[in-house]
């Protein structure tokens, strides 16, 4: 009996501190998480301007632009045309990826370019507030706005939270089945039991939802948490410009049946094949969402290498895709996104709660 009561003792001051030190992080991933579900449509409705370009009769090449860019943006590791357009308005967005210098500094740089001119509609770092909000708000979810040092500090967050599930799990161990057969009654006395009632009804129902979600980044992350680690493999080469035609290798990739070609990587650096990135029709329901197959070219040839489809591929990668689909809620349409910004709304309730109730707590434990 007094071992169970030191647990629990101990489990309390860990469910309490951990929550009062993560809930600033919370407000901040959950606010930022929910904008970021629907940013295609809002960056769409936001910036008509890069969306809803003059068509004309021909567009540039692909290959065309891809080279004009990489001459004009010297020091990349490789650049991507990160999404193609939705529909004959649309632009190409391209990704660049700077060589990194410093551990904290951002290397996301977007590139808009209208593919009936080849002209450059708008650019920027995605850190840089100005240039893109819906870019900049990404590199705050996703790393503070600090590059390594910000994703560490998201993998502690995200420790944090697991350990608050756990912690919470031993606290309200005897009330869990109450929970979730709706024997548990409100206690309507004073604003404490109020909050303390629905702080635990709303942490067991939705353990499944934030445990998946917080893990999802923390392993989406976990090669961060080494600080021992982030070594900066610096180049000291300029551009490489491939040799294959980047028009001819879409060409083929969108030839393989069942294939939708979403995105393009293509190396900067000697040494490295263009990936064609999209998804099989045969790769189910979770895996078959969003870029997670993709296709090998030789840089110099073109020929195709490989085609690794992503229920094929190996099980970490698999499982790391699977993660990547259930952090971002690309599965299952509006009614997943919905679902996600409640789930979303609950764990900053209970920070916020957590933190009054601490204010206003007995001496139980």
Same mark, same amino acid.
């Given at each position: 009996?007094?071992?169970?009561?030191?647990?629990?003792?101990?489990?309390?001051?860990?469910?309490?501190?951990?929550?009062?030190?993560?809930?600033?992080?919370?407000?901040?991933?959950?606010?930022?998480?929910?904008?970021?579900?629907?940013?295609?449509?809002?960056?769409?409705?936001?910036?008509?301007?890069?969306?809803?370009?003059?068509?004309?009769?021909?567009?540039?090449?692909?290959?065309?632009?891809?080279?004009?860019?990489?001459?004009?943006?010297? *020091?990349?590791?490789?650049?991507?045309?990160?999404?193609?357009?939705?529909?004959?308005?649309?632009?190409?967005?391209?990704?660049?990826?700077?060589?990194?210098?410093?551990?904290?500094?951002?290397?996301?740089?977007?590139?808009?370019?209208?593919?009936?001119?080849?002209?450059?509609?708008?650019?920027?770092?995605?850190? *840089?507030?100005?240039?893109?909000?819906?870019?900049?708000?990404?590199?705050?979810?996703?790393?503070?706005?600090?590059?390594?040092?910000?994703? +560490?500090?998201?993998?502690?967050? !995200?420790?944090?939270?697991? $350990?608050?599930?756990?912690?919470?799990?031993?606290?309200?161990?005897?009330?869990?089945?109450?929970?979730?057969? +709706?024997?548990?009654?409100?206690?309507? #006395?004073?604003?404490?039991?109020?909050?303390?009632?629905?702080?635990?009804?709303?942490?067991?129902?939705?353990?499944?939802?934030?445990?998946?979600?917080?893990?999802?980044?923390?392993?989406?992350?976990?090669?961060? $948490?080494?600080?021992?680690?982030?070594?900066? &493999?610096?180049?000291?080469?300029?551009?490489? %410009?491939?040799?294959?035609?980047?028009?001819?290798?879409?060409?083929?990739? &969108?030839?393989?049946?069942?294939?939708?070609?979403?995105?393009?990587?293509?190396?900067?650096?000697?040494?490295? *094949?263009?990936?064609?990135?999209?998804?099989?029709?045969?790769?189910?329901?979770?895996?078959?969402?969003?870029?997670?197959?993709?296709?090998?070219?030789?840089?110099?040839?073109?020929? $195709?290498?490989?085609?690794?489809?992503?229920?094929?591929?190996?099980?970490?990668? !698999?499982?790391?895709?699977? %993660?990547?689909?259930?952090?971002?809620?690309?599965?299952?349409? @509006?009614? @997943?996104?919905? %679902?996600?910004?409640?789930?979303?709304?609950?764990?900053?309730?209970?920070?916020?709660?957590?933190?009054?109730?601490?204010?206003?707590?007995? #001496?139980?434990?």
């Amino acid at each position: 009996m007094q071992s169970k009561k030191r647990i629990t003792k101990l489990a309390f001051r860990v469910h309490s501190w951990v929550g009062i030190l993560n809930t600033l992080l919370i407000i901040i991933f959950c606010v930022s998480g929910m904008i970021l579900l629907f940013r295609k449509e809002l960056d769409r409705k936001f910036n008509p301007e890069l969306h809803y370009v003059q068509p004309a009769k021909q567009k540039v090449p692909i290959d065309r632009i891809f080279r004009n860019l990489i001459k004009t943006h010297p *020091d990349l590791s490789q650049i991507a045309l990160h999404d193609f357009p939705e529909d004959k308005y649309d632009s190409y967005e391209f990704l660049l990826y700077k060589n990194q210098r410093e551990i904290s500094k951002d290397y996301l740089y977007f590139v808009f370019v209208n593919p009936y001119n080849g002209k450059v509609l708008k650019e920027g770092y995605y850190s *840089d507030f100005h240039a893109s909000f819906f870019r900049w708000l990404y590199t705050l979810h996703y790393a503070l706005l600090l590059n390594r040092p910000g994703r +560490f500090v998201t993998d502690v967050s !995200a420790i944090f939270m697991l $350990l608050s599930i756990i912690s919470g799990i031993i606290i309200y161990r005897k009330n869990i089945i109450n929970v979730i057969s +709706f024997k548990s009654r409100v206690n309507h #006395k004073n604003t404490h039991t109020i909050n303390s009632f629905f702080h635990r009804i709303l942490g067991v129902w939705s353990i499944p939802f934030i445990a998946v979600v917080f893990f999802s980044g923390l392993w989406l992350n976990r090669e961060l $948490l080494n600080p021992f680690d982030w070594k900066m &493999n610096i180049p000291n080469t300029s551009n490489c %410009l491939v040799s294959a035609n980047i028009d001819s290798v879409l060409q083929k990739a &969108n030839s393989i049946a069942g294939f939708h070609t979403i995105a393009i990587n293509v190396p900067t650096i000697v040494g490295k *094949d263009i990936l064609v990135r999209g998804l099989f029709d045969d790769s189910g329901w979770l895996l078959g969402n969003d870029k997670g197959s993709d296709i090998n070219f030789d840089a110099k040839t073109g020929l $195709l290498i490989q085609i690794n489809k992503v229920n094929q591929k190996p099980f970490a990668q !698999a499982f790391r895709y699977a %993660l990547y689909v259930l952090h971002t809620g690309k599965y299952g349409g @509006i009614i @997943i996104k919905i %679902l996600y910004i409640i789930g979303a709304i609950v764990p900053i309730y209970l920070s916020v709660s957590g933190v009054y109730l601490f204010m206003k707590r007995k #001496k139980y434990y």
